[in-house]
Structures are given as C-alpha cells and as structure tokens.
C-alpha cells in the first residue's frame, strides 16, 4: 500500500516549452502532496505543497508562475514547467500523506522525474 | 525555520564495520525525524524514523538514536554490506510542518 507513481520518469525537451509532470497516489486518498527539487549531488528541496481544491503553497524563492501546480483530485497532482531553461534541469520528485493511515508524519514518495532542458 | 546539518557528507567504510552519521536541528519544535536511502536516480525511501517522544528506535541493523536536548539524532548502521551503499538523508519535521531535509551523506561499504 501507499504507492506513489510519477509519469514521466524522464523527459528532454527545448529551451522555452512546457513540461506538464504528474504524480498519482495509486491505493490511497492523498489531500496534500508535495513537490521536491533535487539537483546532482544535492538534497531535496521543497518547492510547494500542493493542497487538493485550494491555490498551492510555494517556498520561498520558487516562482508560482513558472511552476503551475495543480490538485485537481484527491488522487493526482500535477506540475507543469512553463518556459524551461537549462537551469531547471533537475530530479523532480512527488510525495504524498495518506492520513488515513493514521500516521500523520509520513511521506511516500514518487520515483522522480528527470527533467533535461536542452 | 528548521535548519537541518548532517555529518558526514562522504562516509567509507569495510564491509561488516558499523556506520554512523549524525544529523543536528535548529527548531526545538520539531517532533519527527525520519532517514531515507537514496540510490542514484531513484525515490527515497524510509528506512527508520523515530518521534520526539522516543530516545532509541531499533530494526534489524538499523538504529536511531535521538537526543531532544541536544537537538542532534544519529543513524547506526552496523554489519554493513555493500548493498547499504547510498546516499542517506536525515529530516525533521514538527507538527503541521514540512520535512526539512539534511544535505545527505554518500556511504560507501567497500567489499
């Protein structure tokens, strides 16, 4: 239980185009899922968290115009990269709560998504 | 907010040696504290947590040991074997929080 799948796990793409990547909670309801941002050799870092029905919640420094999140469901959350440059190639990953676990504390992560901006 | 270090950055070790790495934290709040392995390209996953209401948590060769006063909370790792070779990273999160991770430790057992 409590799996987490991200599609695509890789994409490239051109200088200047969207980049649309989803994560879905597969056995579980997930009201809040967060976005992380992972760059070679460095740690996760939180980029926003996506609440299921209301405006995502971004970190400081992550600019809520180029990343567009979306949590249309209680099962799917999406983050699109508008206009990407080489500089937001990066490990893209998901994670979700499943509070119906009872365990408010744990995360479950998505495989990642590598993100290449050519 | 929540700072989180870890020690060290790079680890090697022979294989059936112990590893420990050690994380401290800023926010006297905080109130959990996972590990997660990472392997190159893959998802983090969970490895042990322990909550601030627990000072040692123990599974198999895996332990955690967490000192509030302190604010720091260490990852034991003994009978080492090869496939333990990762990166791991220590997070703290406290209540209505998000997790603030640590910048991860590279260990290497060496057969």
């Known amino acids: 239980g409590a799996v987490v799948s991200q599609h695509p796990s890789w994409v490239i793409c051109k200088s200047g185009t969207s980049v649309k990547i989803e994560c879905r909670s597969l056995?579980?309801?997930?009201?809040?899922m967060f976005w992380y941002r992972q760059f070679p050799k460095q740690s996760l870092m939180l980029m926003a968290t996506?609440?299921?029905?209301?405006?995502?919640?971004?970190e400081q420094g992550v600019e809520k115009d180029k990343f567009l999140i979306n949590h249309a469901s209680l099962t799917l959350s999406t983050l699109t990269v508008t206009s990407a440059h080489p500089e937001d190639s990066s490990f893209y990953i998901c994670?979700?709560?499943?509070?119906?676990?009872?365990?408010?504390?744990?995360?479950?992560f998505g495989p990642g998504t590598r993100l290449t901006v050519l | 907010g929540e700072n989180v270090e870890q020690h060290p950055s790079t680890l090697s070790v022979q294989e059936g040696d112990s590893a420990v790495i050690k994380c401290t934290y800023s926010?006297?709040?905080?109130?959990?504290f996972p590990w997660y392995k990472q392997e190159l390209g893959k998802r983090p996953q969970l490895i042990i947590d322990?909550?601030?209401?627990?000072g040692e948590k123990k599974d198999q060769r895996i332990a955690v040991t967490l000192n509030k006063t302190a604010k720091h909370f260490s990852l034991h790792i003994t009978e080492t074997q090869p496939e333990d070779s990762a990166v791991y990273f220590c997070?703290?999160?406290?209540?209505?929080?998000?997790?603030?991770f640590g910048p991860g430790t590279r260990l290497s057992v060496l057969p």
């Open positions: 994670s979700a709560r499943d509070l119906e676990r009872g365990d408010y504390n744990e995360q479950f």
């Open positions: 056995d579980f309801q997930a009201t809040t």
């Open positions: 996506s609440n299921e029905g209301s405006k995502a919640t971004y």
């Open positions: 926010d006297s709040a905080s109130n959990y």
């Open positions: 322990i909550r601030s209401n627990v």
């Open positions: 997070a703290a999160r406290g209540y209505g929080q998000n997790f603030v």
